[in-house]
């Protein structure tokens, strides 16, 4: 966390009243360096690991500009997972929360088609989404890019490991010239400098190097014996816990699959 905080920047009042009720007053590293670039109008590379803050980073930059009473798509945000693209709109309405009558869609593969064009027919400011799914609403007619400002590509180095390349290239396609571009990725392979060259014009490159300390990750060390028992350990690990979501690493092993329940 810097000491800088959100009240320095020439952000809408609306905007800052938000944040303060949302407990957000000092700003993360990733937001301290790039706000000022982005409230200023220049095209931002960051780079920066997950939970560095950077949602808020281009949210905040992107509502600030906002036309609330001009009903067209104005900025876009490419997610290359649905499960990212929902959680980013999560944020970007909990930013927004005090802007009026503001809607933010959400438009990714895997869901309906037929609510999603509904939705679109009552149009959006925002919307958020992964490639597949926006570039297929483009090319079929169904979204209009032709008034985006700011154009966000998000965790950029998965979408291109994934594949989607080309299709984010038609997307950009449709964009004005003239808008903001912002790119955020984790890693900079060569791939991702070829693309900010394509996508972004004269743009400040800002890196945040990840850390961590005592007080973000919390680590416990058990010992155990046979796998009977690391079965046992691991499902009542679950069980006190109770996680919302796990990650669990294991050798793979041949034989029969054995389930692993919590106790009674």
Request: proline share 5%; with cysteine; net charge neutral.
């Amino acid at each position: 966390m810097s000491s800088a905080r959100f009240d320095q920047l020439p952000l809408d009042p609306s905007l800052l009243g938000n944040l303060n009720d949302l407990g957000y007053t000092q700003m993360t590293e990733i937001q301290a360096r790039a706000l000022p670039e982005l409230l200023a109008g220049r095209d931002v590379i960051g780079q920066a690991k997950t939970g560095s803050g950077k949602t808020a980073t281009f949210g905040l930059a992107l509502l600030n500009k906002l036309r609330v009473e001009r009903f067209r798509v104005q900025g876009l945000v490419l997610c290359p997972t649905r499960e990212l693209a929902d959680q980013v709109a999560r944020e970007l309405r909990k930013l927004a929360r005090a802007i009026h009558n503001i809607k933010i869609l959400t438009l990714c593969g895997g869901m309906p088609f037929g609510p999603q064009l509904a939705s679109l027919d009552h149009g959006a400011h925002i919307v958020v989404g992964t490639p597949g799914r926006i570039e297929e609403h483009v090319r079929k007619g169904k979204l209009d890019l032709s008034e985006v400002h700011t154009l966000v590509l998000d965790e950029a180095d998965r979408m291109l490991d994934m594949g989607f390349q080309e299709t984010v290239d038609a997307i950009v396609a449709g964009t004005p010239a003239a808008r903001q571009s912002l790119l955020f990725s984790a890693t900079y392979p060569d791939s991702i400098e070829a693309l900010a060259a394509r996508v972004l014009h004269n743009p400040v490159r800002i890196t945040v190097e990840s850390k961590h300390s005592a007080q973000t990750i919390n680590q416990h060390f058990y010992r155990v014996g046979n796998n009977e028992q690391r079965l046992a350990a691991v499902a009542q690990l679950l069980w006190h816990f109770q996680p919302g979501s796990a990650v669990i690493f294991l050798q793979h092993q041949t034989g029969n699959r054995r389930d692993c329940h919590p106790p009674e």
